[in-house]
């Protein structure tokens, strides 16, 4: 791991109690959802950066496909791992708001698609089904 890495990944580094790199690489490496995510049955939605500095992409999409229920994956273009304050989440569903109504609806009951999202930054929103 580099260390301008092992420096974003600091808070759960600080939360391991870990502050040497080298510790914290082989840590890490003990960390993993495969066998997890398959036994999630309830309804989940990541709503996350298409350039997510502590999660890649690639990691957060293979996570989402080994779920084993319901859910919704929104990438935003050009976001980061805050996904705040990009074109996309200024013309597209606000983060915060589409959670909240989200929740709002699976507490009511009420279903939804397998879907990812991808929300371009002039906020139109491209919908392909997830397995």
Not at 22 to 29: L, Q, S
Not at 60 to 86: C, D, R, W
Request: with cysteine.
């Amino acid at each position: 791991m580099d260390r301008r890495a092992f420096l974003q990944s600091g808070s759960l580094a600080a939360a391991a109690g870990i502050t040497d790199e080298g510790e914290f690489d082989a840590f890490r490496n003990t960390i993993d959802w495969n066998g997890c995510a398959q036994k999630v049955k309830g309804a989940y939605l990541v709503a996350c950066g298409e350039y997510d500095q502590l999660c890649p992409l690639e990691y957060t999409e293979s996570f989402m496909k080994a779920l084993g229920g319901p859910k919704q994956l929104l990438v935003y273009e050009g976001g980061n791992h805050s996904i705040a304050l990009t074109a996309a989440t200024q013309n597209g569903p606000e983060p915060r708001a589409y959670q909240a109504e989200w929740m709002a609806a699976r507490l009511a009951g009420k279903p939804f698609t397998n879907e990812r999202w991808f929300v371009e930054t002039s906020g139109n929103v491209v919908k392909e089904a997830m397995a």
